[in-house]
């Protein structure tokens, strides 16, 4: 971990920072395999797929509603705020739009990690937990068919969650669950924009959206490092000498280049056989749990913006565009696009 990133979380409060790493990112097994049981249950093949229609209309209505007479940034009209809406609704975060507003600038901050400024940083992390305190009370109270009562509904449970460990881990779900998918779709339209003919192929055989994705996913590697792992002995991995406590951190976009698995790799090919094998979601254990509804929320955000818009294209030079600071996370700040009429 670099000097500035421990000096952020030398300022946090025990507690707090106790709490942030409550969570199965951060937990080895037999902890981590009894959390993730736990909150696994919500993102269950059957449960996620159960959405889909919900997150179709979603998508459709949000693309419906985007200007079209105008250059508009579809990171902040759409790609942003349809996987928010999503993800608060089934964190079971009040839907409106003050709460979706400040999980959002949580978001931001907390995941440009050491690149953030110290006291936003700071300040973030406490007014999310005390907002998380503040909902887990609510499911306690007043429960629902969402994750937060959920989990709370475990304590109930011989070895449910603790309360720093449902905390923890809305904490983690709320920083993971919409803004790596928001760079995967902005960086997704980015590079139909770009590519006409890859537009219209997809345009025309919407069967391919799903290995598209994958493809996505892999090409753009919205999540750069996977989070810091530390060695439990002494290795040799790759002819580099690793001793027992050391920390690693596991370069997952450029993983996703390696041409002994991705042949021609710098070539983005949507019928790529082997686009599934990136490691944009991890691996084993701590293989993410939002995967399937990650890539269930870009196919249908794709499909609706290539069904009302086939023909958009960019409104300013890529080189023109911010990108998203910090180690972890990448993509466009912004994305102005001339979507057409439609």
């Not at 839907?95 to 006291?119: I, K, M, T, Y």
């Amino acid at each position: 971990m670099g000097k500035r990133a421990r000096g952020i979380l030398a300022r946090l409060p025990d507690r707090l920072r106790t709490v942030l790493f409550r969570n199965i990112l951060e937990m080895d097994p037999p902890e981590h395999t009894r959390v993730r049981r736990l909150v696994a249950r919500p993102f269950s093949a059957a449960r996620i797929s159960r959405r889909l229609g919900d997150v179709e209309t979603r998508a459709v209505t949000m693309v419906d509603a985007l200007p079209k007479s105008e250059p508009v940034d579809v990171v902040s009209a759409f790609c942003s705020p349809y996987p928010l809406r999503i993800v608060c609704d089934l964190l079971g975060v009040p839907d409106n739009e003050e709460s979706r507003r400040r999980v959002q600038r949580w978001a931001r901050v907390l995941n440009a990690g050491h690149a953030a400024d110290v006291d936003a940083y700071v300040q973030c992390a406490r007014e999310a937990m005390d907002y998380l305190e503040e909902l887990v009370a609510l499911k306690r109270r007043e429960p629902g068919d969402d994750l937060a009562s959920a989990m709370v509904a475990s304590q109930g449970e011989a070895d449910g969650l603790s309360l720093d460990e449902i905390i923890g881990t809305l904490f983690m779900l709320i920083l993971a669950g919409h803004e790596s998918t928001a760079h995967l779709l902005s960086m997704s339209l980015l590079e139909l924009a770009r590519n006409p003919d890859l537009r219209r192929d997809l345009a025309q055989h919407p069967e391919l959206l799903h290995n598209a994705t994958e493809e996505f996913l892999r090409y753009t590697s919205p999540v750069k490092l996977a989070p810091w792992r530390y060695a439990a002995h002494d290795l040799n991995l790759a002819g580099t000498a690793i001793r027992a406590g050391e920390g690693v951190l596991v370069g997952v976009a450029a993983a996703n280049m390696d041409p002994e698995v991705f042949p021609d790799p710098g070539r983005l090919d949507v019928r790529r056989a082997e686009a599934s094998r990136h490691l944009s979601f991890g691996r084993g254990p701590h293989f993410c749990l939002g995967a399937q509804l990650a890539k269930m929320e870009t196919v249908a955000a794709i499909r609706a913006v290539l069904d009302r818009f086939p023909d958009f294209s960019p409104a300013a030079p890529a080189d023109s565009l911010e990108w998203q600071r910090g180690a972890m996370i990448r993509g466009p700040l912004a994305l102005p696009l001339i979507l057409g009429t439609g």
